[in-house]
Protein backbone atom coordinates (compact mmCIF):
# COMPACT_ATOMS: atom_id res chain seq x y z
CA UNK A 1 0.00 0.00 0.00
CA UNK A 2 1.17 3.31 -0.89
CA UNK A 3 2.39 5.42 1.89
CA UNK A 4 -0.09 8.80 2.71
CA UNK A 5 1.70 12.13 1.67
CA UNK A 6 2.11 13.00 5.02
CA UNK A 7 4.35 9.78 5.86
CA UNK A 8 5.85 10.40 3.44
CA UNK A 9 6.82 14.01 3.80
CA UNK A 10 7.78 12.93 7.26
CA UNK A 11 10.37 10.58 5.81
CA UNK A 12 11.98 13.13 3.34
CA UNK A 13 11.95 15.36 6.46
CA UNK A 14 13.45 12.44 8.34
CA UNK A 15 16.18 11.27 5.84
CA UNK A 16 17.47 15.05 5.53
CA UNK A 17 17.82 15.62 9.02
CA UNK A 18 19.96 12.62 10.09
CA UNK A 19 21.98 12.78 6.40
CA UNK A 20 22.91 16.77 8.03
CA UNK A 21 23.27 15.19 11.63
CA UNK A 22 25.78 12.52 9.90
CA UNK A 23 27.62 15.48 7.84
CA UNK A 24 28.08 17.54 10.70
CA UNK A 25 30.04 14.47 12.38
CA UNK A 26 31.91 13.45 9.94
CA UNK A 27 33.02 17.47 9.34
CA UNK A 28 33.39 17.28 13.23
CA UNK A 29 35.52 14.03 13.44
CA UNK A 30 37.94 15.93 10.43
CA UNK A 31 38.54 19.12 11.99
CA UNK A 32 38.94 17.26 15.51
CA UNK A 33 41.69 14.71 14.41
CA UNK A 34 44.40 17.31 13.49
CA UNK A 35 43.84 19.07 16.96
CA UNK A 36 44.19 15.65 18.32
CA UNK A 37 47.06 14.33 16.47
CA UNK A 38 49.50 17.66 17.20
CA UNK A 39 47.92 18.14 20.93
CA UNK A 40 48.95 14.11 21.78
CA UNK A 41 51.97 14.46 19.09
CA UNK A 42 53.47 17.67 21.62
CA UNK A 43 53.82 14.91 24.91
CA UNK A 44 56.17 12.45 22.09
CA UNK A 45 59.26 11.94 21.52
CA UNK A 46 60.52 11.90 17.69
CA UNK A 47 60.26 8.64 17.25
CA UNK A 48 56.69 7.65 18.99
CA UNK A 49 55.48 10.60 16.32
CA UNK A 50 56.61 9.22 13.80
CA UNK A 51 55.33 5.23 14.57
CA UNK A 52 52.57 5.81 17.00
CA UNK A 53 51.24 9.07 15.36
CA UNK A 54 47.71 9.30 16.45
CA UNK A 55 48.33 7.37 19.48
CA UNK A 56 48.15 8.41 23.43
CA UNK A 57 51.32 9.04 24.54
CA UNK A 58 53.41 5.60 26.49
CA UNK A 59 55.37 8.51 28.32
CA UNK A 60 54.95 12.05 28.54
CA UNK A 61 57.26 14.42 27.60
CA UNK A 62 56.47 17.76 29.09
CA UNK A 63 60.20 19.62 27.86
CA UNK A 64 59.25 19.94 24.66
CA UNK A 65 57.16 22.52 25.38
CA UNK A 66 60.26 24.31 27.75
CA UNK A 67 62.45 23.59 24.29
CA UNK A 68 59.66 25.74 22.47
CA UNK A 69 58.85 28.14 24.60
CA UNK A 70 62.94 28.94 25.37
CA UNK A 71 64.03 27.62 22.32
CA UNK A 72 66.45 25.52 24.13
CA UNK A 73 67.09 21.83 22.52
CA UNK A 74 70.25 21.20 24.91
CA UNK A 75 72.85 22.76 26.66
CA UNK A 76 74.15 25.45 24.33
CA UNK A 77 71.69 24.53 21.15
CA UNK A 78 68.70 26.60 20.76
CA UNK A 79 65.74 26.49 18.50
CA UNK A 80 64.82 29.53 15.95
CA UNK A 81 66.91 31.64 13.84
CA UNK A 82 69.95 33.22 15.71
CA UNK A 83 68.99 31.60 19.18
CA UNK A 84 65.85 33.37 19.11
CA UNK A 85 62.97 31.98 21.49
CA UNK A 86 59.19 30.86 20.32
CA UNK A 87 57.75 33.48 22.76
CA UNK A 88 59.78 36.61 21.28
CA UNK A 89 58.61 35.84 17.76
CA UNK A 90 54.80 35.62 19.36
CA UNK A 91 55.32 39.10 21.03
CA UNK A 92 55.81 40.16 17.43
CA UNK A 93 52.81 39.03 16.63
CA UNK A 94 50.86 39.74 19.36
CA UNK A 95 52.35 43.83 18.74
CA UNK A 96 51.65 43.95 15.09
CA UNK A 97 48.17 42.17 15.36
CA UNK A 98 46.62 44.26 18.03
CA UNK A 99 47.91 47.73 16.03
CA UNK A 100 46.08 45.98 12.73
CA UNK A 101 42.97 45.40 14.44
CA UNK A 102 42.94 48.19 16.65
CA UNK A 103 43.40 50.69 13.49
CA UNK A 104 41.21 48.37 11.26
CA UNK A 105 38.50 48.44 13.67
CA UNK A 106 38.73 52.10 14.43
CA UNK A 107 38.88 53.42 11.10
CA UNK A 108 36.82 50.52 9.53
CA UNK A 109 33.86 51.33 11.78
CA UNK A 110 33.86 54.83 11.41
CA UNK A 111 33.65 54.59 7.38
CA UNK A 112 31.16 52.16 7.39
CA UNK A 113 28.81 54.21 9.56
CA UNK A 114 29.81 57.17 7.42
CA UNK A 115 28.93 55.18 4.51
CA UNK A 116 25.49 53.76 5.92
CA UNK A 117 24.03 57.27 6.68
CA UNK A 118 25.34 58.26 3.54
CA UNK A 119 24.31 55.79 1.29
CA UNK A 120 23.41 57.38 -2.08
CA UNK A 121 25.71 60.40 -1.59
CA UNK A 122 28.95 58.20 -0.85
CA UNK A 123 28.09 55.25 -3.47
CA UNK A 124 31.05 55.39 -5.12
CA UNK A 125 33.14 54.99 -2.02
CA UNK A 126 31.75 51.63 -1.08
CA UNK A 127 32.18 50.54 -4.74
CA UNK A 128 35.90 51.87 -3.74
CA UNK A 129 36.02 49.43 -0.95
CA UNK A 130 34.50 46.87 -2.54
CA UNK A 131 37.03 47.20 -5.28
CA UNK A 132 39.55 47.16 -2.69
CA UNK A 133 38.72 43.65 -1.54
CA UNK A 134 39.18 41.99 -5.22
CA UNK A 135 42.91 43.47 -5.84
CA UNK A 136 45.16 40.82 -5.52
CA UNK A 137 47.34 41.21 -2.56
CA UNK A 138 50.51 39.97 -4.38
CA UNK A 139 50.17 43.32 -6.89
CA UNK A 140 51.09 45.60 -4.02
CA UNK A 141 54.24 43.37 -2.35
CA UNK A 142 56.93 45.31 -4.70
CA UNK A 143 55.38 49.58 -3.84
CA UNK A 144 54.78 48.06 -0.42
CA UNK A 145 58.04 46.98 0.49
CA UNK A 146 59.57 50.41 -1.65
CA UNK A 147 57.71 52.67 1.09
CA UNK A 148 58.53 50.66 4.18
CA UNK A 149 61.65 51.12 2.89
CA UNK A 150 61.61 54.62 2.27
CA UNK A 151 59.55 55.34 5.63
CA UNK A 152 62.71 53.26 7.73
CA UNK A 153 59.64 50.66 8.72
CA UNK A 154 61.41 47.89 7.79
CA UNK A 155 62.51 44.81 10.46
CA UNK A 156 60.14 46.61 12.45
CA UNK A 157 56.61 44.43 13.92
CA UNK A 158 54.91 47.86 14.87
CA UNK A 159 55.47 49.27 11.09
CA UNK A 160 53.67 45.81 9.97
CA UNK A 161 50.70 46.21 12.38
CA UNK A 162 50.09 49.65 10.41
CA UNK A 163 50.45 47.58 6.88
CA UNK A 164 48.39 44.92 8.27
CA UNK A 165 45.64 48.17 9.50
CA UNK A 166 45.48 48.96 6.19
CA UNK A 167 44.79 45.18 4.82
CA UNK A 168 41.64 44.53 6.74
CA UNK A 169 40.36 47.81 6.99
CA UNK A 170 38.35 47.94 3.42
CA UNK A 171 36.45 44.39 4.76
CA UNK A 172 35.95 46.29 7.97
CA UNK A 173 34.17 48.81 6.35
CA UNK A 174 32.29 46.81 3.57
CA UNK A 175 31.17 44.05 7.13
CA UNK A 176 30.23 47.28 9.12
CA UNK A 177 28.50 49.29 6.48
CA UNK A 178 26.70 46.33 5.55
CA UNK A 179 25.87 46.11 9.83
CA UNK A 180 24.73 49.57 10.01
CA UNK A 181 22.66 49.61 6.98
CA UNK A 182 20.03 47.60 9.00
CA UNK A 183 20.89 49.43 12.10
CA UNK A 184 17.56 51.44 14.00
CA UNK A 185 18.68 54.73 12.52
CA UNK A 186 15.47 56.29 14.35
CA UNK A 187 17.18 55.98 17.72
CA UNK A 188 19.82 58.01 16.19
CA UNK A 189 17.52 60.15 14.90
CA UNK A 190 15.43 60.22 18.10
CA UNK A 191 18.74 61.90 19.93
CA UNK A 192 19.66 64.25 17.36
CA UNK A 193 15.51 65.87 18.04
CA UNK A 194 16.74 66.16 21.80
CA UNK A 195 20.44 67.85 20.27
CA UNK A 196 22.51 65.19 20.74
CA UNK A 197 25.19 65.65 17.50
CA UNK A 198 26.21 62.90 15.18
CA UNK A 199 29.38 61.69 17.27
CA UNK A 200 27.92 61.56 20.39
CA UNK A 201 25.02 59.61 19.29
CA UNK A 202 27.17 57.57 17.51
CA UNK A 203 29.75 57.08 20.81
CA UNK A 204 26.40 56.50 23.29
CA UNK A 205 23.88 54.87 21.61
CA UNK A 206 25.64 52.95 18.02
CA UNK A 207 28.60 51.79 19.90
CA UNK A 208 27.21 50.50 22.74
CA UNK A 209 24.57 48.48 20.50
CA UNK A 210 26.76 46.98 18.27
CA UNK A 211 29.66 45.20 20.67
CA UNK A 212 28.36 41.46 19.91
CA UNK A 213 29.12 42.65 15.56
CA UNK A 214 31.84 44.79 16.62
CA UNK A 215 33.54 42.03 18.49
CA UNK A 216 32.98 39.27 15.84
CA UNK A 217 34.43 41.26 13.23
CA UNK A 218 37.51 42.12 15.66
CA UNK A 219 38.10 38.27 16.08
CA UNK A 220 37.86 37.53 12.60
CA UNK A 221 40.19 39.82 11.58
CA UNK A 222 42.83 39.09 14.57
CA UNK A 223 42.36 35.32 13.21
CA UNK A 224 43.56 36.38 9.92
CA UNK A 225 46.18 38.00 10.31
CA UNK A 226 47.46 35.83 13.52
CA UNK A 227 48.19 33.52 10.74
CA UNK A 228 49.39 35.82 8.19
CA UNK A 229 52.85 35.05 6.61
CA UNK A 230 53.10 36.61 3.18
CA UNK A 231 53.56 40.04 4.48
CA UNK A 232 55.57 39.66 7.16
CA UNK A 233 58.14 37.54 5.29
CA UNK A 234 58.21 40.60 2.83
CA UNK A 235 58.74 43.39 5.48
CA UNK A 236 60.44 42.05 8.22
CA UNK A 237 63.87 41.20 6.62
CA UNK A 238 65.17 41.05 9.94
CA UNK A 239 65.26 37.08 10.66
CA UNK A 240 64.74 37.82 14.88
CA UNK A 241 62.27 40.58 14.46
CA UNK A 242 59.35 37.82 12.95
CA UNK A 243 56.19 37.34 13.59
CA UNK A 244 55.19 33.49 15.24
CA UNK A 245 54.45 31.85 11.61
CA UNK A 246 58.17 32.72 10.46
CA UNK A 247 59.54 31.23 13.82
CA UNK A 248 57.30 27.86 13.01
CA UNK A 249 58.69 27.61 9.47
CA UNK A 250 62.21 29.03 10.57
CA UNK A 251 61.93 26.15 13.49
CA UNK A 252 60.55 23.39 11.28
CA UNK A 253 63.32 24.19 8.56
CA UNK A 254 66.03 24.14 10.78
CA UNK A 255 64.92 21.32 13.42
CA UNK A 256 62.41 18.94 11.32
CA UNK A 257 63.74 15.47 12.84
CA UNK A 258 62.64 16.96 16.67
CA UNK A 259 59.17 16.60 16.05
CA UNK A 260 58.34 16.69 19.84
CA UNK A 261 59.10 20.26 20.23
CA UNK A 262 57.67 21.17 16.94
CA UNK A 263 53.97 20.12 17.72
CA UNK A 264 54.68 22.04 20.83
CA UNK A 265 55.38 24.74 19.36
CA UNK A 266 51.78 24.57 16.97
CA UNK A 267 50.32 24.07 19.47
CA UNK A 268 51.28 27.47 21.54
CA UNK A 269 50.73 28.98 18.70
CA UNK A 270 47.01 28.70 18.91
CA UNK A 271 46.76 29.38 22.48
CA UNK A 272 46.22 32.63 22.36
CA UNK A 273 43.41 32.35 19.58
CA UNK A 274 42.02 29.72 21.78
CA UNK A 275 41.43 31.99 24.71
CA UNK A 276 40.73 35.20 22.88
CA UNK A 277 37.54 33.58 21.29
CA UNK A 278 36.58 31.19 24.61
CA UNK A 279 36.86 35.04 26.44
CA UNK A 280 34.70 36.73 23.77
CA UNK A 281 32.43 33.54 23.13
CA UNK A 282 29.59 35.65 24.91
CA UNK A 283 29.73 38.73 22.27
CA UNK A 284 30.30 36.83 19.29
CA UNK A 285 26.96 34.77 20.43
CA UNK A 286 25.12 38.14 20.76
CA UNK A 287 26.65 39.38 17.32
CA UNK A 288 25.80 36.23 14.99
CA UNK A 289 22.25 36.30 17.03
CA UNK A 290 21.83 40.28 16.09
CA UNK A 291 23.07 39.66 12.60
CA UNK A 292 21.19 36.89 12.23
CA UNK A 293 17.84 38.70 13.24
CA UNK A 294 18.28 41.73 11.13
Do not use: C
Amino acid sequence: MPASPRRASWLARHVSRQAAYAGLLVWAVATTIPIWAALTASFKSTSEVISNPLGIPHALHPDNYVAAWTGRIGAGTYYGIQSEPLYRFGLHSVLAVSIGVALAMGTGTLAGYALARNAERLNFLNRYFIVLLALPAIATWVPLFSLMESLGLLASPAGLGLVYGAMVTPLVTVLMRTYFSSFPLDLVEAARVDGASESFAFARIVLPMSKGVLTVVALIQAVFLWNELAVAEILLVTPDRGTLPMGLIAFKSQFASNLGPQFAALVLAIVPVTLLYIVAQGRITQGIRLGALR
